[in-house]
């Protein structure tokens, strides 16, 4: 089945234009960073479904549903486990940030299975949605920084590269303690 017609550049492109219109079409206020980063959030996640729908990468969608679940889960469980106070005072449910992990999975997953070209962008809307939480007096430092590694790790752990033509294979190798490498399989 071929992909549909679209250009990564053009996605890229979408995904900062977006980023930068929220920034930039108010002044830092507390409410608008507050808003901002609801919908900024989802924007990393939602950009890697679009792009694995978009390349018909089935397997791709499979691991955004699965780092996706997983993250919210684990989320979940901990805010359950850690009743924390927010800086504000509006829950008890301040740890670990949601948003954080929401954006940096998706970030992760972006960066993973897709490549920097697609993380580095999706890592600055990640970046603002962590700060945004903390500015907003949603979370502090530690909240956003436990949300982001419980994204993140969730999506380094639970993706896989896309090689899509080279079907490119490669795994860390040791023998003993003597030495390691690197097995490197191109199939084609």
């Not at 190798?173 to 390691?180: H, I, K, L, Y």
């Given at each position: 089945m071929k992909p549909l017609p679209h250009s990564p550049r053009l996605l890229r492109a979408f995904a900062c234009a977006a980023?930068?219109?929220c920034v930039l079409s108010a002044t830092a206020q507390k409410k608008f960073v507050d808003r901002s980063t609801d919908a900024l959030c989802l924007l990393p996640s939602a950009t890697g479904l679009v792009k694995a729908w978009l390349?018909?990468?089935r397997e791709g969608m499979k691991q955004w549903a699965i780092t996706s679940a997983?993250?919210?889960?684990a989320n979940y469980a901990l805010e359950a486990l850690v009743e924390k106070d927010r800086p504000?005072?509006?829950g008890h449910h301040a740890f670990p940030s949601t948003h954080s992990a929401v954006a940096f999975?998706?970030?992760?997953?972006l960066c993973r299975r897709y490549g920097w070209q697609w993380g580095v962008p999706?890592?600055?809307v990640?970046?603002?949605v962590a700060w945004g939480r903390v500015y907003a007096k949603k979370h502090d430092g530690w909240d956003v920084a436990g949300g982001a590694l419980l994204g993140a790790a969730s999506g380094l752990l639970l993706t896989r590269p896309f090689a899509r033509k080279a079907n490119l294979t490669l795994a860390p190798?040791?023998?003993?303690?003597?030495?390691?490498g690197v097995y490197c399989a191109w199939r084609f």
């Open positions: 980023t930068l219109a390349d018909h990468d997983t993250t919210l889960a504000d005072h509006s999975n998706g970030t992760t997953f999706a890592y600055a990640a970046g603002y190798v040791a023998w003993g303690r003597e030495a390691a």
